[in-house]
T-cell receptor, first 113, second 115 residues
Framework: GENVEQHPSTLSVQEGDSAVIKCTYSDSASNYFPWYKQELGKRPQLIIDIRSNVGEKKDQRIAVTLNKTAKHFSLHITETQPEDSAVYFC????????????FGRGTSLIVHP | DVKVTQSSRYLVKRTGEKVFLECVQD?????MFWYRQDPGLGLRLIYFSYDVKMKEKGDIPEGYSVSREKKERFSLILESASTNQTSMYLCASTQGGAAGAGELFFGEGSRLTVL
């Protein structure tokens, strides 16, 4: 089955810096890669996703890049703000079959004012 | 606004008790999931269901069972709760089917403590 590795487990940055979280996956059939943000005490929510026919996707201060050959994808947050502090999860799944996403273990991002 | 509702936010149970965690979604989604969330271990899949009365084991099904009698409702059952089942439980749903892989919608979570 699919295996998703996520690094780092904790990331501490100063407000205004950029943050990068990286994930690797093992199953070359995976073709959908979402990122979820979970604020303290709240449910995980989708912030951005990318499909395998695209190499990069941006939404304001966040972007995701995908390298299918190397089987890795990354979340980039620019101009970080304290409200970006949260746990971020990457996931990988396939559009065919049961669509079960496999999650990384999460990255705790702390943005210091 | 899409909604996944979990019946209990906080539960305290004793070892050996039977525990029911209920989840209801109002989006007519085909796929529903139960995850367990523990610090440093991320989201681990317990069971999922892709249709009414259908269920499949996830990565950590031992000690759990599920029930899906109606499309909108997916229940997680701990037949005999143990202290190592103290955790946060998250329910989620997604459309699946012809729509392909897509966004998971999560409930608020149920924090279970087993004494």
């Amino acid at each position: 089955g699919e295996n998703v590795e996520q690094h780092p487990s904790t990331l501490s940055v100063q407000e205004g810096d950029s943050a990068v979280i990286k994930c690797t996956y093992s199953d070359s059939a995976s073709n959908y890669f979402p990122w979820y943000k979970q604020e303290l005490g709240k449910r995980p929510q989708l912030i951005i996703d990318i499909r395998s026919n695209v190499g990069e996707k941006k939404d304001q201060r966040i972007a995701v890049t995908l390298n299918k050959t190397a089987k890795h994808f990354s979340l980039h947050i620019t101009e970080t703000q304290p409200e970006d502090s949260a746990v971020y999860f990457c996931a990988a799944s396939q559009s065919g079959g049961s669509y079960i996403p496999t999650f990384g273990r999460g990255t705790s991002l702390i943005v210091h004012p | 606004d899409v909604k996944v509702t979990q019946s209990s936010r906080y539960l305290v149970k004793r070892t050996g008790e039977k525990v029911f965690l209920e989840c209801v979604q109002d989006m007519d989604h085909e796929n529903m999931f139960w995850y367990r969330q523990d610090p440093g271990l991320g989201l681990r899949l317990i069971y999922f269901s892709y249709d009414v009365k259908m269920k499949e084991k996830g990565d950590i099904p031992e000690g759990y069972s599920v029930s899906r009698e109606k499309k909108e409702r997916f229940s997680l059952i701990l037949e005999s709760a143990s202290t190592n089942q103290t955790s946060m439980y998250l329910c989620a749903s997604t459309q699946g089917g012809a729509a392909g892989a897509g966004e998971l919608f999560f409930g608020e979570g149920s924090r279970l403590t087993v004494l």
